[in-house]
């Protein structure tokens, strides 16, 4: 599956944004059982887990950001969002969209660009 992320901008501290994940040429039935997630990773620093969320729709979240994001999915339109709201200027960096199926393959999508500015 290939996945292309993208609604990242510059927003100011404060604001939100909805990062959007499509895998255009996966099939309804190939996408549902993917566990679905979003990571990001900010210059100088190491990648990190942002959200989660599985095949059942069970979601994960890294502590800096509970509260404040919402990872979902539709499956009919093989999507997942990410809904960022009170953003901070730590909340900065390239989100990228990541994909784990049941043998524990994962692939990676492109980055998104996400600057929040104080």
């Known amino acids: 599956v290939q996945l292309q992320a993208f609604g990242g901008g510059l927003v100011q501290a404060g604001g939100s944004l909805r990062l959007t994940c499509v895998a255009p040429?996966?099939?309804?039935?190939?996408?549902?059982?993917?566990?679905m997630g979003w990571h990001r990773q900010d210059q100088g620093k190491s990648r990190e887990l942002v959200a989660t969320i599985t095949s059942a729709r069970t979601t994960n979240y890294a502590d800096a950001v509970k509260g404040r994001f919402t990872i979902s999915r539709d499956n009919s339109r093989k999507r997942v969002y990410l809904q960022m709201n009170s953003l901070t200027p730590e909340d900065t960096g390239t989100y990228y969209c990541?994909?784990?199926?049941?043998?524990?393959?994962?692939?990676w999508g492109q980055g998104t660009l996400v600057t929040v500015s104080s």
């Open positions: 040429g996966a099939i309804t039935s190939t996408f549902g059982p993917l566990e």
């Open positions: 990541v994909a784990r199926d049941s043998s524990d393959e994962i692939v």
